[in-house]
């Protein structure tokens, strides 16, 4: 699996080995709950590589990045970006952002969202390798 | 008689599913349109055609029945019979965009729980078709338990099988037959389970709560208990007014909960509604849409490019103004002809007399002050339709998301200011949008300080008298005086959203619709309803005030033989002594009584500024008897100790009051409308007018200070 670095956010841990199970050492406060990750809540077409740790927050990948939604962390917002489709299993591709850099245009369930982020980093995605089928 | 009577049929979908399209088609132009009670959501309904007791009713666009906004809670109220007044909903009639199947059912299966008769619409079948698809609609239907129809909604086909299934189903029902079907906690009634411990648990004190209090009936209370869990509970926008203290007590758990460990217990409501959803969706649309690069996002590249999207932004921008501003012109030319037309019959017809006065000089001539702007309001309203359906308006509020979040407020904030520069009453109405309600407010309160299209006679005539000559410097002083209104707009909404506006930091998730082909008699329509609003509910304030701000300038009369001439007549009028009582007040703006007789009655409209001075100036025996012109008067017109009235310092400080200065009664008229009370109204005119004074006195006084005059 090839996992680009600069698609890493300096704030998540390369060493942990379970996307599912972050390093609770993490110093990062924002980091969900462990039950939120749990595969098993997510949809049963996501074949989450369970051998790569490359959880991100969204808000972190590039231009043209796909993933897959792990993950949001709870808050205000969630309950409404859950609903307009970012659940744990939905693939999603970061289309652009706004020429002032944000907010974001992603492409989720079909249709395209735009949302700023702030909001793009209470969801943790896992970065589809590139040539990966989506 | 084959059609049941008095029913009502609800139509519910996610914004651009077609749903106004379908709405127009399936009640023609027998619509009323008007507000739920208490709130100034649009209300619109219309008798389904055909039918002898069918009436529809178009709910607002929502995502979800967890509502996070005002409209959406009116769509949850209604189907949950909570609104007073309204009659219980007997059919519901969600129209889902098939070309986004899996998030559009999302609410269909949601409405579906509830145990209410749904009639599922699958429109934009074209699109589908046009991206070489298929979507099995028994296979759909039979999997949610509902009658399915699959329409185009621009063409008008499947139509009239619409028609005979929401007849069929409305012969069918019992009438507010609010869970029929009736949905057990563990099973909805499409037969997907959202059974989970732990939300089940949570939600029980709900559950009983609203079985308790007969809120909803017994076989529905699981799922609208769910429902309500996943609401904000602290926001009163989205609440009910008058919960049960049991309510207020579980809600309070539920957020404990929710806290301590990060996860809301509704979460898992939704991620396990979505895996159905893939489930019910799986193998019925015969391949998902994964492709983004479709025609619209060929568009959105430049649309939304660094250069070219912003080059294009600002030519859309331009000629929105262009339009409005000279499209409007022959138009407005020809409405001002008409009332004087008009008054001139009036007083003709009528002879002399209080009454002919009153009609003259107070109806008619009040209101055509405000009508003349009704073209550029239509224009306006024209754009802002052909904005909205071509789907440009969401990327507009993407292209300035940035911008106006630096003030606090929303990337859909932007058109209404914009719109502000034409008038203030539209861009007010254009708020509508706004989710959020304090965004929404902040939007409103700054929307009039924005220099409006009434404020340019009066930056005209002023800077024509006292800065003749330098072109430049005109040029200048009316930029400075448009950027005075907008920087104070933008630090304004700053400070309301940090101080009484504060509240917890709004989201801008937001569907970025495919581009369409807007139609052109839908835009024809959408527009003309707007406009007509403003005639309707914002015309019975303005002539009310119209002919009050007329008494004040006509009484008391002295005795006519007299022969008073008109100014001297509107110097001893209520309204002269309000502006010869407002002298001390403002003399230190450096204003004298006639001008506070020109701001008195600019309360009507800001531009009768200019023929209320022409009206005062006329009688003045101080002035040069050669002069016949207004300008010519003002400009040489002199105080009792012989100095200048309208010297530059007085002028840019009279500008100064006028950018800031809330004097304009349509737009108090349509912020009563738009928030239903007198509060924000009031304090929108007292911030301004504290404004205004303080920014003049600053001007005048510190301008006499460096030594100008
Ligand atoms: N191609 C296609 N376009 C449609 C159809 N129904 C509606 N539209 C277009 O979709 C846009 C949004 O429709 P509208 O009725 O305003 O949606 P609403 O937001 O749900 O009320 C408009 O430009 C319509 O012309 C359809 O069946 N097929």
Known sequence: ???????????????????????????????????????????????????ADNTVTLDSLQVGAAA?????????????????????GARINVVRRAPLGDPMDVFIQGYHLSLRAAEAHLVYVQLTPPGASA | MTSPKNRTVALLGNPNCGKTTLFNRLTGLRQKVGNYPGVTVERREGRLAGSTGITLLDLPGCYSLTPKSPDERIARDVLLNWIPDLPAVDAVIVVVDASNLRRNLFLATQVIELGLPVVLVCNMLDLVASHGKQIDLVALGDRLGVPIVG???TTGAGLDELCTVITRCCTSASPASLSSSGSACSSGAAGFSFADDALLSVTAPLRDALVAHQIVPADI?????????????????VSPDHWPAEFTLAFARI??????NGEHPSSALVQARYVALQQITGGVVDHEPTSFISRSDRIDAIVTHKFWGMAAFTTVMLVMFLAIFSGADPIMGFIESGVSWLGGFTASVLGEGVLTDLLVDGVIAGVGNIVVFFPQI???????ALLEDTGYMARVAFLMDRVMSGAGLHGKSFIPLLSSFACAVPAIMATRTIENRRDRLATMLVAPLMSCSARLPVYIILITILF??????????????????????LAVAFILKRTLLKGPTPTFIMELPPYRMPMPGALIRNMWDRSKLFLTQAGTVILALSIVLWALAYFPRVDAKAGLSPGAQLRQSYMGQIGRGMEPIIEPLGFDWKIGVGLAASFAAREVFVSTMGIVYG??????ESSTTLIDAMSNARRDDGRKVFTPLTGISLMVFYVLACQCMSTIAVVKRETNSWRWPTFMFAYMTVLAYVASLIVYQGGLAVGFR
């Open chain 2, 619 to 624: 009688i003045e025996g101080d002035v040069d």
């Open chain 2, 151 to 153: 329409t185009v909604a």
């Open chain 2, 378 to 384: 239509c224009i306006l309203f024209l754009f802002i």
């Open chain 2, 221 to 237: 209370a699981c799922p609208v208990a769910r429902m309500l869990a996943s609401s904000p509970s602290s926001d009163s926008d």
């Open chain 1, 1 to 51: 699996m090839i996992v680009s670095s600069e698609n890493m956010p300096d704030n998540v841990s390369g060493a942990a080995s379970d996307p599912a199970m972050p390093d609770p050492a993490m110093p990062d406060p924002a980091m969900p709950d462990p039950a939120m990750l749990d595969p098993a809540m997510s949809d049963g077409s996501a074949k989450a590589d369970s051998d």
């Open chain 2, 468 to 489: 003749p000559g330098a072109l430049w410097l005109k040029v200048g002083i009316m930029l400075s005086m448009y950027a005075l209104g907008t920087i104070t707009a």
């Open chain 2, 255 to 260: 957020q404990k909960q929710w806290r301590s």
């Open chain 1, 68 to 88: 897959t939604v792990v993950g949001i962390h709870g808050s205000d917002a969630s309950i409404r970006l859950m609903e307009m489709g970012l659940v744990p």
